[in-house]
């Protein structure tokens, strides 16, 4: 199985910062990756897929990059609805289809 | 736009079957893969399995001994049957579709059910 492994697991930022966070993939996985965004209560929401592609619908300010082992998500500058947990997921070598362990952004 | 909804008991006892559906509607249910995810409480996503519109299926080998997929596409339905669970079986289960972009399937989920939490409990 390909194991994704998260960093930080939580971070604290304030409305207006700009926040990085990083999935690193246990074996090369190409550009095989997507990000989520989950808020309490709700359904995971798909982000971004294939890396770098942002999902019909999501704001801008969210970006992904990275091919290989290592891959970003970066909100540009952080608004007061981006406060939720993430996760990535990997989509190259299957079954099974795995998930980070999830990184949860907190308010400053 | 296609909406997803989880339906079945939301109490099961240990070592019994765990049975739910998930109805799509807004949409049709053929030419997609659809896919069922579950989250302990408090924990995070773990990939259940995925079945295609014509019945094939894929599931998470850490389940697959006791995981039965099945599609009705008369019903516009796809439903997920656990045998023999215990506590460790406790989550929210959700049902999602596998994303289709410029007519190729890419293996993300792009459109989710809200998710029912099935308890194992005696």
Redesign the interface.
Known sequence: DIQMTQSPSSVSASVGDRVTITCRASQGISN?L?W?QQKPG?????LI??AS?L?SGVPSRFSGSGSGTDFTLTISSLQPEDFATY?C?Q?NS?????????TRLEIK | QVQLQESGPGLVKPSETLSLTCTVSGGSISSDYWSWIRQPPGK????I?YIFYSGST?????LQSRVTISVDTSKKQFSLKLRSVTAADTAIY?C?RV?R?SGVT?????C????TLVTVSS
């Open positions: 095989w997507a989520y709700k359904a995971p929401k798909l897929y294939a592609s999902q996760y997921q989509a299957f079954p099974p289809i795995t998930f980070g362990q999830g | 995070g996503l773990e990939w399995g894929n599931y998470n080998p850490s959700y999602a994303l972009a890419l293996f993300y989920f792009d989710w059910g809200q998710g």
